[in-house]
Each structure stands twice: as C-alpha cells, then as structure tokens.
C-alpha cells in the first residue's frame, strides 16, 4: 500500500483506513478453520476470537440458543402463558407497525394459532402512536379479553399500563428496547435490555424484538410440552417460524453476530423452501428470482412490509405474514407491493423539498437541519439518512402537523444523537423523544423549532469543532487481481449473513486498469479489470455516472487506479464466475 493513501482524499471523497488486526490470531484461525489467510484476517479483525470463530463461520441454534429461563421473568411468562394457552383464555397482543413489531406479532400469533388459540391482534396506526394505547385495552375490553401480550414495545408504557390494570387486565411485556431503573407495573417483562439482567449471554442484548418473542415461544412450547398438552396433539415445529425471525432481525438493523447470526442463517434456509404463504407471494410479487438472502430482506422484503405502516394500513404486514391462503396472500402482496410504491414517490416529494430548502438557504451550523408542513410522518426517517449520506452531517427533519411536530435525525460518526435529544428534552425543548448514536426520534411544539435548531446547532459545532468531517472508508483487507477467483468468493460466503455488526468485506484491489468502460443502466458504469500479474475481473460502479468516480472510471486516460469493493460470486443465468462492486477508487 502507498505510504500517503491513508492520507489522501479517495476520488469519492473518502479517506480509507485499513482495519487493524490482530496477526497472530488470524493466523490461528486460518490454520484451525482450513480458512485462506485473507478471510482468516477479516474475521479476526471484527474482534472474534479463535474459539469463537467456529460459531461466527459455521453458527448454530444448538450451540448460541441459551435456556430461555436465563432471561428474567422468562419462566413466569411461559407458564402464564401455557396456562392460557390449555385453559383456551381469549388472548390479545399489541405489536408496532415495522417489520419487527409485524414479524414479532406474527411468531407468536402463528405459534398460538398452531396451539388452537386465535388471538386478537391490535397494531396501531401512525397518528395512534407508538405501543400499548387507551384506545387498544379499551377494544379488547369489548372483546372480554383481559390477558394481553405486547411485542416490541411496552417497556416503558407506564400511563398505558395503568389504565389497563384499573379495567383488570393481566400483561406481559415481550420487547427489546432501552429500559428504564423503573419498570411498569405488569405480570411480567421480558426484555434482554433490562438493567437488573445478570447478562451472562451479552450476545442476547443484541436481539430485535422477534428474537424475544421466538425464545419465548420456545419455553411456552416447552411448559406445554411438560404438561403433557401435546400427549394428543402434534407439537408445532418451531423452526418453520426462523424465516419470520431472520426477517425481523435483518430489518430492524441488529448486530449480527452470536445467537442473531443463526437466526438468520437458519432462516434463510426455511425461506428459501417458501412454506409461508404471505411470505412466498411477497418474493414473488417483488420480482425475486432466487433463494433470498439478507440483502433481499433488508432492501426488498422489508421496505414493503415498513411501507404499509408508513403510508398504509399498518396491520396488512402481519395479515400477510399469517395468512393462510394464497389468494388472500396475493391480495395482501399486491396491496403492500402499491404501498411501496406511493412510499417512494411520497418520500421522493420531501427529499427533493428538502433539498431545495437546505440549499436555497444559507446554513450557520454544521447540521442538514429542515421542516415542512406536508410532508408525511412515515418518510421523515429515510429522508433524514439520505441527507446525512448526501452532505455528511448530521440530518434533522420535521414534520409539522396540527397539533405537534414530529422530527426524525440521522447521525455521523462523533455525535451521539441520543444524548443530544436527552439534552435538548432536559431544556425543555422536546416534549418526547429518544435514541441512540446515529438516530433519533423526537416530538416539539411548532413554537419550539427555532429555539431546537439553534440548540442541535451548537451541540453539534461544539462537539465537532473547527475540524472537516471526512467520511472514512473502511478496509478489510488487500487482495492482488489474480486471487480474486471464485474459490475465494465461495469462502467469502462463510462470513454471511452481512448486515449491521458484520459489513460485507471492503477489499483493495491495487494498481489495477481500467479496461472497456461503458454506463448501463440508470448511472452504472461496467467495465473490466486487469492488472500487471495478469488476470481479468468484471467490475461494476452503482449510480456513479455523474460523480466523480464515475467520470474518473469512464475516462481513465491510461492510468492506473487502487479500487475498492467487495467480491461476490456471479451466478446469473447459471454462470459460475466472479465480479467485483466497486465503491470507491483513487488514482496512482
């Protein structure tokens, strides 16, 4: 590697920094797992151990699925539970409108349902608001149930929870998110974030929601199983509900590493054998022509399951993930399929406004800081992380409504979101919100919005303070242009699923060529590689066409350029080769 790369601007304004690594650790891993020295590196540089790595390569219920019991309250639920599953109690349960609040919904419905229990089911809509409400107890109450579970929410749901106890209800709480010293009064709380947990399975923390609600399901299954409920019945096959778990875990953006890398791994492969029906006409109705992997549910699946709580009726994803015929899945598919659609064209409206607003104006501080009066509450979020990507700062964005302001923010490296909207709530200056490092949520009067800014200005200048922010590229390994083969792209496959937690590895390619540059489709530039060791790889840049990069790789003049991206496996059409997506380039 040239001795000032790390130091210099990349042609798509990054700085790369290779990630350190421990050698002698790599090299024990390579020699244990029969692994080549390069992944060997890659694993051992993401903090894994030599005698963990055979659980991260090759992970298994069986070794990361702890007694569920570990977890306080556990056994208290599963009991109760068990208890109203055999007395065939009416049952209700509370879930949110994300992809994890509809997976997490759905595990436990289906595994209730398999068990003879049709439960009632509330997801609330947008302008209901977020977890246990007035509004759900009381329809429950007119059902007659008086037993209800709540799914990715309720840790905090103090009010909620003290209206339902004065109607008599009976509530367990099944959720993943930051608790508080208190907690609410209820039967029992189940939540690997609980500040009393003893914590001897770090890995469990990590868990979205539905992660909760399939260990859950397993101690329930195994009271019943003890009670001798199942002596004249056929027990359900939990692992037919991993598809729906590895789904929530993806999308709801967890590490994926210990106990949630066998739920998807695992996953995906009851996926692909599209046993659930909602499931299967969803990959079909989003055009995917293969197994999917974890790409497929972070970026295709999970949008439109998400689309229909944004924009939509927020209970059709898990309507379509329990669905038990295929014309009323199809039905659904479609429906959340338009959802999708209007989504992007909703949320194309406000980044453009956004846009137009942030650029049309002088800006004093080092923040993308913007509102509107019509733009919709269910896009703020993704709008707000497309403008911290477009101008690498931090990005607050609001929307005004009648009676409140609802913001959402994206962060950068070095500003602790979660900390700034506690701040700003302890000022006075929000009347709700919450978060952690790189997002937020937040809720103000429209009164409030300049006095916000100015704050989240300061803060955000103070903690930066005179210095650019460059964005960092980081590398995972070097690799010369005749190694990239498929060999190595099959190993590669070793480290999946990627997602947060375990980034697909960013490799660099040195001194290569450019060779037969051409743009295809909306801005992609293909072309190939080639270098003086010889060799020859097929490369592709997504959506660089009028970017710096792009227009570098479609003229480059001879030169030679250091590439990075990832290597992945082609097998479109049923070929068996090699590609490599470049993301970013310099100039030797």
Sequence with gaps: MRACLENEKSLGGNLWKFLPVDEKRAELISQKYDLPYLIAKIVSSRG???????????????????DPCCL????????????????REKIGIIGDYDVDGATSTSVLRLFLEQN???????????????????????????????????????????????????????????????????????????????????????????????GVVFMTVVA?????????????????????????????????????????????????????????????????????????????????????????????????????????????????????????????EIEAYVLLDAIEKLEGTPQKYPIAFVFGEDWHQGVIGIVAGKLKERYNLPAFVLSIEADEVKGSARSVPGIDLGALILAAKEKGLLTKGGGHMMAAGFSLNKDKIEEFRIFAGEYVKEKLGSE??????????????????????????????????????????????INKP????????????????????????FRVGDTELGKALLAPEGGLFDVVGVLRRDNWQGRNSVQFIIEDAMRI
């Design 518 to 541: 051409s743009v295809v489709g909306n801005g992609h530039v293909r072309c190939f590689l080639s270098s003086a060791n010889g060799g020859s790889l097929k490369a592709m840049a």
């Design 220 to 344: 329930v299954n195994r009271e019943l199983r003890s009670r001798g409920f199942y002596k004249n019945r056929p027990e359900p096959d939990l692992m037919n509900l991993l598809d729906l778990v590895a789904l929530g875990t993806v999308c709801d953006v967890v590490p994926l590493l210990g106990l949630n890398r066998a739920f998807v791994r695992q996953g995906l492969k009851i996926m692909a054998r599209r046993q659930n029906i909602g499931l299967k006409a969803l990959i079909d109705k989003s055009g995917i022509s293969e197994a999917p992997g974890a790409f497929h549910l972070g970026y295709v699946l999970g949008p439109r399951i998400n689309a229909c709580g944004r924009v939509g009726e927020a209970s059709l994803g898990n309507r379509l993930l329990c669905a038990d015929n295929e014309n009323e899945a199809e039905i659904l598919a479609g429906k959340l399929n338009e959802f999708n659609a209007q989504r992007k």
């Design 116 to 210: 003879g229990i049709k439960p009632f089911v509330h997801i609330p809509e947008r302008d209901e608001g977020y977890g246990p409400s007035r509004q759900a107890f009381d329809e429950f109450s007119a059902l007659g149930v008086n037993f209800v579970v709540t799914v990715d929410c309720g840790t905090t749901a103090f009010e909620a929870f003290s209206y339902a106890a004065e109607k008599g209800f009976e509530i367990i709480v099944l959720d993943h998110h930051e608790a508080e010293v208190r907690l609410p009064s209820v039967y029992a709380l189940v939540n690997p974030k609980r500040l009393d947990e003893e914590n001897d399975y770090k890995y469990l923390q990590y868990m979205a929601a539905v």
């Design 468 to 513: 650019e922010i460059v964005p960092v590229l980081e590398i995972d390994g070097q690799l010369d242009l005749a190694g990239a083969n498929v060999g190595l792209a099959e190993k590669m496959e070793l480290l999946e699923p990627f997602g947060s937690g375990n980034n697909e590895p960013k490799l660099l390619l040195p001194s290569v060529k």
């Design 72 to 87: 306080k309250d556990m056994k208290k639920a599963a009991e109760r539970m068990a208890a109203a599953i055999i007395g």
């Design 48 to 66: 894994i151990t030599a005698e963990d790595a055979g659980n991260f390569l090759y992970p298994k219920l069986q070794n990361l699925l702890p």
